[in-house]
């Protein structure tokens, strides 16, 4: 297949926390296995000095019977975590059933059975269990099965908000389509691949149990005499904890260490379903020596960028070199993988976690960008507008605070000055009503106005360097043609150097004054003159090969376009919504 | 007379307040391919839903192969789709990612059980129709890549050998070189299968690869309709035009 390279299956992030608790757990599943067979007679056999405190051969006392607290602890741990295991089982089996019967409910039923569950959930765990326990009796059986139906509302929440969200997905909507019945639907789709935060919430859940059980033996509803766990060995030692204090640190630090084991394990599951949250930060260092700069530098230099995925050493980008002259447009165009966007990046200085760049020359004009440069250069000598102008606004604030701050903190302009610039500015890139935008929320603007907005404020400091990244894509092609003209004036009136970033050739080459394109991390061809450039005259196959496979449309006798006003004004016109 | 398979007339879907087809009327022949262009909001996926009744119409007809969708009811609808097949937009969504390739198309023959052993045969035939191997059938999802994934997307559409096939923006999300691929593997299964087809997308220039007649959309309504050379050749609509106009290969773009 000529297709692009299968994306690999996202690795394992094994990390400190996870394995910290996957030890201790399998120290306390060992000590639980082993214990009862060589200890249950130390710990359970009557006579010898009754009531000692830490003597040798005694280390953490004995008991009023005489028996060995080190023995006692360690023989309940058995109990202790099949109980535990036993009531999460009870809630991961009950509390999915549950959640995975209410998604499959009739709409009414389902939403009465979510507000029955959120309802559940928000009634504290110990609470419950205590009153099934009152109604069952005392006994170690009865805690299991309380402390089970308590933490059952927690699995149902959890699965029936994933299967809500699963549901949504094409695969299930498509399977819907022809017609898999609805448990296959749950079983097949819905219930596999809810693995992960299932396997995180079963840790947690075990880690509550522990605690909980603990509890209900600690106030006599748990086990019973003569059996023990954790929980009644933690009573009988504070019953004496004026006597012979030494008793209370068994029991104690045995569910302190199974707790947190269980929350280790909980935790570094979660961080390793999602490995962006334990990331390296991105690093830039500079590799070699060249001479300096001619006399009249270009706004950019960039020689010699590579960029790593840190972890595995891989080449994303690899010596990449380029220069833009003040007032020029450079194009860089490439697929998916190509490392143009991680050029742009590095370039910003804005190299992501997990990577790692360097370059032999990197300049801002006479600024060195590979050493230390004031935050408030980068950001009023570099103007940056991304793809999508919905999550790189802040929704929660107005245009005018958003915008402002930069020119407030960076520039020292003060409030009301800002304000004029950011006016002018919205009014350069033919926003209507200039003054009224910066009382408005990002969410009151169509997407192109954003992007319209977004360049405004990128340009409002008046950067040597403006870096857009696909910054049509995600808009209409109407729109993309308005958005692309305002870049365009913006840089001719202003001087404004370009770096343009873009999958599509038929946008760069309509747009840009010279055009690099990459393939796997590399330049592969560096064009002149982007407008002449054919399928014909491209030096590299795959130049030409991505123009030949950019579909154009094919237009012979063409009909006027409409006299007087844009598109937009008559659309106005016509159709009145 | 030609062989009319879709036929809609007089479509209005409103969600709450807000009007998203005005009024829509399409009709497309046997072995032809409709396709529908539109800008965001133009409500061309919500037509696409409003014929597998996905979406419920507030009034209007929407005839698919000798079914009136809007008043069908579950059962008449449960066959339908069977014989009227949706190919999804994302291929990073549309497999599920527990499931074999072979296990994914199994259960589009045989909802119910999807048995791969049973139609290993067929299955085989189809992913090697769409340029993949029949080995590749005990595979998951995560180990194809984008436009591997939307040749099974595809195949899984067609398996059934389904009277009509609607594609929602099948080849949006995937790079011009592999897109190019796709739209390749759609004429050349377009000429082997005589496939009728609803092609969607926002792309006017994709559009006019696969289609015979072109449907515009603007706003909820249809600003202009009829055979594909025509709407290419002589706009008659500005709307049409200026989308036309706003194609970076057209003669008429500029940025001044």
């Given at each position: 297949m000529a297709d692009a390279t299968p994306d690999t299956k996202r690795r394992f992030a094994w990390n400190g926390t996870l394995i910290c608790g996957l030890v201790m757990g399998a120290i306390i599943l060992l000590t639980g296995l082993i214990a009862p067979f060589f200890l249950t007679e130390p710990a359970t056999a009557l006579g010898g000095g009754s009531s000692l405190g830490s003597v040798p051969g005694h280390p953490l006392g004995t008991d009023s019977l005489g028996r060995d607290m080190l023995a006692r602890t360690l023989v309940a741990t058995r109990l202790t975590v099949v109980m535990a295991l036993g009531a999460t089982a009870i809630a991961g089996a009950a509390g999915i059933a549950l959640g995975i019967a209410v998604w499959l409910a009739p709409r009414k039923v389902r939403e009465l059975g979510l507000r029955g569950i959120e309802f559940a959930v928000s009634y504290p765990t110990l609470l419950v269990a205590i009153m099934v326990a009152a109604i069952l009796g005392k006994g170690t059986v009865t805690v299991v099965i309380a402390i089970g139906v308590a933490n059952t509302a927690g699995f149902a929440r959890l699965t029936a908000n994933l299967a809500a969200g699963l549901s949504q997905r094409d695969y299930v909507t498509t399977a819907r389509l022809i017609g898999v019945p609805r448990v296959r639907l749950a079983t097949r789709h819905i219930l596999p691949n809810m693995a992960e935060p299932m396997l995180i919430l079963v840790a947690q859940a075990f880690a509550g149990a522990l605690v909980e059980i603990s509890g209900l033996s600690f106030v006599g509803l748990g086990s019973q005499s003569p059996s023990f766990d954790y929980g009644t060995l933690l009573r009988d030692a504070l019953g004496k904890l004026m006597i012979n204090p030494v008793l209370v640190v068994g029991p104690a630090m045995a569910l302190v260490f199974a707790s947190l084991a269980a929350l280790f394990i909980g935790d570094g599951l979660a961080a390793a379903a999602n490995p962006r949250s334990i990331g390296k930060r991105g690093r830039l260092r500079r590799v070699g020596q060249v001479p300096d700069a001619a006399s009249e530098p270009p706004v950019l230099t960039a020689t010699g960028v590579t960029v790593r995925?840190?972890?595995?050493?891989?080449?994303?980008?690899?010596?990449v070199s380029f220069e833009i002259a003040r007032g020029e447009i450079l194009g860089i165009v490439g697929e998916s993988g190509s490392g143009k966007s991680l050029t742009a990046a590095v370039v910003s200085r804005l190299v992501p976690e997990g990577i790692e760049a360097e370059a032999t020359r990197l300049a801002l004009g006479r600024t060195d960008l590979l050493g230390r440069v004031s935050q408030r250069e980068l950001a009023t000598r570099i103007g940056l507008v991304y793809q999508d102008p919905g999550t790189s606004l802040n929704p929660a604030l107005t245009l005018g605070s958003q915008f402002g701050d930069v020119l407030t903190h960076?520039?020292?302009?003060?409030r009301k000055q800002a304000r004029q610039v950011l006016v002018d500015g919205f009014a350069a890139v033919l926003l209507p009503d200039p003054a009224g935008r910066l009382r408005q929320h990002p969410h009151e603007l169509s997407g192109g106005m954003k992007q319209r907005a977004m360049i405004a404020s990128a340009m409002s400091t008046q950067p040597d360097l403006l870096i857009a990244d696909e910054?049509?894509?995600?808009?209409?092609v109407t729109v993309q043609r308005e958005v692309l003209a305002i870049i365009k004036r913006l840089n001719r009136q202003a001087g404004t150097a370009v770096l343009f970033i873009s999958h599509d050739i038929g946008v760069v080459r309509r747009l840009c004054d010279r055009v690099l394109v990459m393939r796997e991390g590399r330049v592969v061809e560096r064009i002149a003159d982007p407008a002449a450039m054919t399928p014909d005259n491209v030096t590299h196959p795959y130049t030409a090969q991505l123009l030949a496979a950019t579909p154009t449309v094919a237009i012979g006798g063409r009909a006027a376009a409409p006299a007087g006003g844009t598109a937009a004004a008559q659309a106005a016109a016509e159709v009145a919504p | 007379m030609s062989d009319t398979i879709v036929n809609v007339t007089g479509l209005n879907v409103s969600f709450g307040p807000v009007h998203v087809l005005k009024d829509v009327s399409a009709r497309l022949d046997r072995s032809e391919t409709l396709g529908v262009v539109g800008e965001s909001g133009s409500g061309k996926s919500t037509l696409a839903k409003a014929m597998v009744g996905l979406v419920k119409a507030s009034s209007g007809e929407v005839w698919v192969d000798g079914l009136e969708?809007?008043?069908?009811?579950r059962r008449e609808l449960a066959h339908y789709h069977r014989r009227v097949q949706m190919i999804p937009q994302d291929p990073f969504s549309s497999l599920?990612?527990?499931?074999t390739i072979g296990q994914t198309l199994a259960e589009a023959i045989d909802p119910g059980r999807a048995r791969v052993g049973r139609h290993q045969d067929r299955i085989a035939e189809w992913l090697e129709r769409v340029g993949l191997e029949p080995g590749m059938m005990h595979r998951y999802p995560h180990e194809f890549s984008g436009g591997q994934r939307q040749r099974i997307a595809i195949a899984r559409g067609l398996i059934l050998e389904p009277s009509v096939v609607i594609a929602d923006e099948i080849t949006s999300a995937l790079d011009v070189s592999v897109q190019a691929q796709i739209l390749e593997l759609l004429a050349e299964l377009r000429q082997s299968l005589g496939l009728t087809m609803v092609f969607i997308s926002h792309n006017l220039a994709v559009v006019q690869r696969v289609s015979d007649q072109v449907l515009v959309l603007y706003r909820g309504q249809v600003v202009e309709a009829g055979p594909a050379e025509r709407i290419y050749q002589a706009p008659q609509h500005w709307y049409t035009r200026a989308l036309l106009d706003a194609d970076p290969g057209s003669p008429g773009f500029t940025l001044d």
């Open positions: 995925h840190a972890a595995t050493g891989r080449v994303l980008v690899e010596d960076h520039r020292g302009l003060s910054p049509t894509t995600a808009l209409d | 969708v809007v008043e069908a009811s599920s990612p527990r499931q």
